[in-house]
């Protein structure tokens, strides 16, 4: 667990962590403190008696001067243990301290978040723990409590600490794990994210989220945030146009609904966990020329596209707020037995909470997971040379649209058409879209899960 103090230059700490065998047979959990000086980037150990014992799962914080630890579990090949307690170090002195707040605290746990408040208090919410409830079989617990852990009193009594429990009203996030915590702008907590698990005696399956909830400190409430998208700038001037004819006693005109192209950007995931950034212009509604041959050029001179960007859903993402600005960076989810580790970067104005903004995309010519089958890549590619899409001529004045307008403008759904239809009618297109996005390294099998993955996320956008 890391956290970041902005002493000489900046400085980041860790604490702990562990490191497990790729067959999950052998772990080990380390105790020893690090900082790494941002200024000069050099690492140094801190060596200091009396500190908390091995472990991972913890989490740490800055407050006050001080490093605050929470949390965490142990784990051996045969036995686990969760801790609740809290320990502090002292950035002045270089001590550590062992803390025993009044009060009853939160049930040992790991994978909690916690954050400072601007009064030096510390939240602590969520977490996870198990227990076995028989031979090689554990049942995990995931915890939705929220606790305060309130510095008493100031100057010397500053190192008094008490436990109190909250109960924010509004609506809560959903129960989850692997969710990311940051302190927001207006005495507000910001939480990212996460998975929630099915949890069978013999398999585990997640939900995995992109959404965004704020807590309200001052008023001990929750709820959702509400990204209001971007601004159409069309859609002003036609109202001023409007207002134009009524203030001049004109006839009112008889303005169609804005029906010009939406840009979207989309993390497409794949059945096989692939990701490739796509992004997309739905095409406009087909309009009688003669009729808005004015709005026409309006959307020429000026038209700004609508745009539909979001992460897409993730555990144990990096998040950071700067100057009102939220960054998300990384991340995981799981496709069937395959973790997928993500690399690309977000960020969101919180003050203004339009769209989201892609700073560094996905790249799937680098990606990576863990547990790939062998017999996907031995299997013939049969299947991708007998899959022909749509008609010639449609195609190729598709790719003439895409050089003229510079805009990757993809094939419509026909009134009527069904999913399993459009995906077959428009194949093609989507293949040469996955390839040129993936390479030509790519294996065969792979390009056709992802342009399957394409056609079908765009076909549910349009529809």
Not at 56 to 84: P, T, W
Not at 101 to 120: K, L, V
Not at 274 to 279: E, H, K, P
């Amino acid at each position: 667990q890391a956290a970041v103090v902005p002493t000489a230059g900046g400085q980041l700490w860790i604490f702990g962590g562990e490191f497990a065998s790729p067959n999950g047979e052998q772990f080990y959990h380390y105790k020893d403190l690090w900082v790494l000086h941002l200024a000069t980037k050099t690492w140094e150990q801190i060596k200091a008696p009396g500190g908390p014992s091995g472990r991972s799962g913890h989490r740490m914080v800055a407050c006050k001067r001080q490093l605050i630890i929470f949390g965490g579990f142990h784990e051996s090949a045969r036995d686990f243990i969760y801790y609740n307690d809290v320990y502090a170090f002292n950035l002045d002195s270089f001590t550590w301290s062992k803390l025993a707040p009044a009060g009853m605290g939160p049930a040992p746990r790991s994978g909690c978040q916690m954050t400072p408040t601007p009064e030096g208090n510390i939240i602590i919410y969520g977490g996870y723990s198990k227990q076995r409830i028989k031979k090689d079989v554990d049942k995990g617990t995931l915890h939705t409590d929220m606790f305060l852990l309130k510095a008493e009193g100031a100057g010397k009594e500053e190192d008094r600490w008490s436990w109190s429990r909250l109960s924010p009203s509004g609506v809560k996030p959903t129960p989850r794990s692997g969710f990311s915590v940051a302190a927001a702008p207006n005495n507000r907590c910001l939480l990212f994210g996460g998975v929630h698990d099915e949890e069978e005696e013999e398999s585990l399956e997640g939900d995995f989220f992109n959404d965004i909830y704020l807590y309200d400190i001052g008023k001990n409430r929750w709820f959702p945030a509400q990204l209001k998208g971007p601004k159409s700038e069309r859609r002003k001037r036609r109202r001023g146009r409007q207002a134009e004819a009524e203030a001049a006693g004109g006839e009112q005109l008889q303005l169609p609904p804005p029906q010009g192209p939406l840009e979207t950007v989309r993390e497409v995931v794949a059945e096989d966990g692939t990701v490739v950034t796509i992004r997309q212009v739905i095409p406009a509604a087909a309009e009688d020329k003669d009729s808005c041959g004015s709005e026409e050029e309006e959307e020429e001179e000026g038209g700004g596209l609508g745009q539909a960007v979001e992460p897409c859903p993730r555990s144990s993402a990096m998040v950071a707020v700067k100057h009102g600005l939220l960054y998300v960076y990384g991340g995981m989810f799981e496709v069937g037995d395959r973790q997928v580790t993500l690399s690309d970067l977000h960020c969101l104005d919180l003050h203004r909470m339009d769209q989201w903004k892609v700073l560094l995309e996905m790249d799937p010519k680098t990606q990576e997971w863990l547990e790939e089958s062998e017999s996907d890549e031995e299997e013939d590619d049969d299947d991708v040379e007998g899959a022909e899409g749509g008609e010639e001529e449609e195609e190729s004045s598709e790719e003439e649209s895409e050089d003229e307008e510079g805009e990757q403008q993809h094939p419509a759904v026909q009134p009527g058409e069904a999913q399993a239809q459009f995906v077959a009618r428009t194949e093609q297109h989507w293949l040469r879209l996955a390839r040129s996005h993936m390479g030509p390294q790519a294996k065969d099998k792979k390009v056709l899960k992802v342009a399957h993955a394409m056609a079908k996320t765009f076909y549910e956008d349009a529809i």
